[in-house]
């Protein structure tokens, strides 16, 4: 077993040694994400290591994490649930908060929140997932599942400012998702147009955006 993996579930083999330590506030809960997290990152790891989630088992999974497979199934349901949480974990969380100055602001912001620099087995992994995505429906449910968050949240805030006047009436929120996201993601994480990865790429690709949706920049045309 790896040793930051017997650190994450050691907790649960050693018998409490005094009462004190008995009485101590449960720690549960940061031990539990630390197994969830090590069970996601064997789970990528096999994806980079075989090319494919075909050969990647759950048996497997928990074999090289260290765990249970009941441990495994109490988090995720089946296989495919698994996969794509794991998939989905190695992506760039939400912001926290937004400026709400503008929607410029915001859209910059949200998009800088989804730069992220993927290492090799990353990279592998990626392209293994967008393959597995078309082709199969199952893993394409849960991805579209655990997407669907993200994509609530950027359409908030589309509507946040249409409530405000800064889009067009007749903007498409969902339509301006897709323009937002799908850019984006095609640069930053599936890495395309190599070109165009570059510390202002943000700032412009919303200049762009707004220019063509009706924002507030269209009075500069």
Known sequence: MRP??????????????????????AKGR?????????????????????????????????E??????????????????????AFESIKAPKPDGMPRTSLHDDLVHIGHSMRRTYGPRDMKVVRCMM???HEDPEYKHHHDRLVDQRRRFVRDTFEYWA???????????????????????????????????ADDTVERFVHHLLRGIGGPLCESR
């Open 30 to 62: 940061p031990r539990s994400e630390a197994v969830s997290q090590s069970i996601l990152e064997a789970a990528l790891d096999l994806i980079a290591e075989h090319g494919t989630v075909t050969d990647v088992s759950v048996e497997g999974v928990a």
């Open 64 to 85: 090289l994490s260290g765990v249970s497979k009941a441990t495994i199934y109490r988090r995720w349901s089946s296989k495919e649930e698994l996969i794509a949480a």
């Open 163 to 197: 409530e405000r006047g800064e889009v067009a009436a007749d903007l498409d929120l969902d339509l301006a998702v897709a323009m937002f996201t799908s850019p984006l993601l095609t640069i930053f994480v599936y890495g395309q147009y190599a070109h165009l990865q």
């Open 131 to 133: 393959t597995v995505f």
């Open 4 to 25: 930051e993996l017997r650190d994450a579930t050691a907790h649960h083999r050693a018998p409490a040694a005094t009462a004190s330590a008995a009485a101590a506030p």
